[in-house]
């Protein structure tokens, strides 16, 4: 099994089929994500490319990719990210996509000052996220993983569903078009988690799950452990919305505890009569027409991604300090010039261009990155299992005695010892990603603190407070100081 943590790296030419200029903005784990210039529509986009390796390796793999990708690409709605095609260009495996930039409706319920939004903007984005859902359920498509993270609102105040990462059509297995293969647990549908038919209904769960999110700040099921949230979601119910924020109409709450009804049947007959349900508490126009950031959609990541080099990257500067390479506060240095170039590519290669670091050097570093990375999220992953019930003690015991071989992840080896189903699985390893995203907010958190900065994310400070650099690298320098 293939998850996102395992980071390729690969390089391609400055031009595949009619895109040129191709800029790297993100890794996946059977891919990247690039920016380029579309010659014939003359457009920006967002272009998928697949490793080749996967390609030598994997020949059927790449064939679903195509005629998956094709299949999103029949999905025209304005509530959807346009896919465009898929082609190949020699050893390259590739799917067009519209660029958007703006902001996850995540990013604008954090920047809210309550920290939920108003009940008709709520309502507004969860008409349109549904109307985005009805048109992709038309053409035999589940999302899979709707939340707020998933869905961009643009300049012009439009809602955009992203990252398809999960989708399936109803004759297809998983699709591999983001890559980003991680259910994210507090989203997840009953039957989901019970691996019995999933529909379209699913996305209605996951949807309820955002617009209690949106109302009250936080999701329904959100303490615990990973076992103790899959449990609440096939057992428990919510605590009413109206408990949480009581400016919420009792209309609109009632039509988010239909959505999070545990029997599908339970649910809106489709999509279109949730949208219509929902537009009568909704804003008459779009409540948000944030600034653009730079957001990719498509697979590239957003917030403090945007600003923070991988987690992969920054093992790099790590072990290039600890080699004396480059003093640490060089590092640190070129890390800020870094997040200043958005078009610069991965951190690697700027260290290579503008920093005069060898190639070969660079290659043995970020090979040694790797595993450390790999490492990490394994310590993480076995410490959250031993708080949780998800396996036996005596797989446990045995795990410590007998780690998993080089190169594959701890998760990968539960599921391959059978000792662990896929989706739980993936929702692990969403918990690690979750983990490693909190030390990026304490870091930022006691960056701010020792600055005199009132608290926030790096993604809210950037550009809107005058010693933004400041608290960027103190986050830095405290982020590379705790890897081990």
Known sequence: MTTAAQITDFEVPPRLGPVVGLTRIGNGAMGAMYRGRHETMGIDVAV????????????VTVQRFVREVRLLATIHDPQVLRIFDAGQDGEFTYALMELVEGQTLEQLLEAEPEGRMAPDAAAYYIARVALGLEAIHCCGIVHRDIKPDNVMVDSAGST???DFGLARGQDSVQLTMMDEVVGTPEYMAPEMIAHTEVDGRADQYSLGVTAYQLLSGRTP??????????????????????????NVPYGLAALVDRLLAKSPQARFPSMQDAASAFTVFAAKAPPHRPAP???LAGGAQGGEAT???????????????ERKVYPLDTLVRGLDAWRQQPLAGPFKQFLVKQGGLPEAVSERAILAARQRLSSLRDRIAYSILRQSALVAPEVLASLARNPPPPGQPLTAHLVDLGQMAEPLSFALDGKVDECLELAVRRCTSAACQQLGVPPAPLGQLDGKHPRFGEVYRATVTALLSQLQ
């Open 48 to 59: 998928k490319i697949l490793n080749p390796q996967v390609g030598r390796k994997e020949p």
């Open 307 to 321: 600003l923070l080099p991988s987690w992969e990257e920054l093992f790099l500067a790590r072990l290039l300090a």
């Open 293 to 295: 950031r730079a957001r």
């Open 160 to 162: 955009k569903i992203i």
């Open 221 to 246: 099921f959100n303490e615990g452990t990973l076992l103790q949230i899959v449990q609440m979601h096939l057992h428990k119910q919510p605590v009413p919305i109206q408990a949480r924020n009581p």
